[in-house]
């Protein structure tokens, strides 16, 4: 019989999974306290929740939310960072903090992740840490879209100075 605790976790999690971008969901068995404290002030200061949820009560918010596909992911001791931002953020969060630790010690292994209502594997949450962030691509675009019109402008601007000049010369002609 589930308490009332759970009941509100349950709740309180579907729509949080509802409303987030993205969801990477990492296995974090191995990392000590000291080390947890510092990856959840780099998760806060990008913005991202982190937190470890039973994967029972993680199947029913994700069933609830209508979120299917992440039973497999859901083994052993699971960690969740998510956030309503920046899609990518967790997963950036997560790869700078193995990039710290020594390569003798555990890492943050991310099991999957839910981006945009779709589910992936692990192999794509790695792929997904390489892009650039929003405002970078969002920056990008301005780039390829204003580089057409900048040109254009320049071959007018050209095209009517030429005139200007053909027109000055005709008048220089009859003046003579």
């Known amino acids: 019989?589930?308490?009332?605790?759970?009941?509100?976790?349950?709740?309180?999690?579907?729509?949080?999974?509802?409303?987030?971008?993205?969801?990477?969901?990492?296995d974090f068995s191995g990392i000590d306290v000291a080390e947890t404290t510092e990856l959840r002030r780099s998760f806060r200061a990008a913005n991202v929740d982190y937190c470890v949820l039973k994967n029972t009560l993680a199947k029913r918010s994700f069933a609830n939310a209508g979120i299917d596909g992440v039973e497999d992911m859901l083994r052993g001791m699971t960690a969740f960072a998510f956030t309503?931002?920046?899609?990518?953020?967790?997963?950036?969060?997560i790869n700078d903090f193995?990039?710290?630790?020594?390569?003798?010690?555990?890492?943050?292994?991310i099991k999957g992740c839910i981006f945009e209502g779709q589910v992936f594997g692990p192999e794509k949450a790695d792929a997904l840490a390489s892009l650039p962030s929003r405002e970078v691509l969002l920056a990008q675009l301005v780039g390829m879209l204003q580089s057409p019109?900048?040109?254009?402008?320049?071959?007018?601007?050209?095209?009517?100075?030429?005139?200007?000049?053909?027109l000055e010369a005709v008048k220089n002609q009859k003046t003579q």
């Open 84 to 93: 309503d931002s920046d899609p990518v953020a967790p997963v950036k969060v």
């Open 149 to 166: 019109l900048a040109k254009l402008v320049g071959t007018l601007q050209n095209s009517g100075q030429k005139l200007v000049g053909i």
């Open 1 to 26: 019989m589930p308490t009332q605790k759970k009941i509100e976790l349950v709740e309180e999690y579907t729509q949080r999974f509802k409303d987030s971008k993205s969801i990477f969901l990492a």
């Open 98 to 109: 193995n990039k710290k630790l020594p390569k003798d010690r555990s890492q943050l292994v």
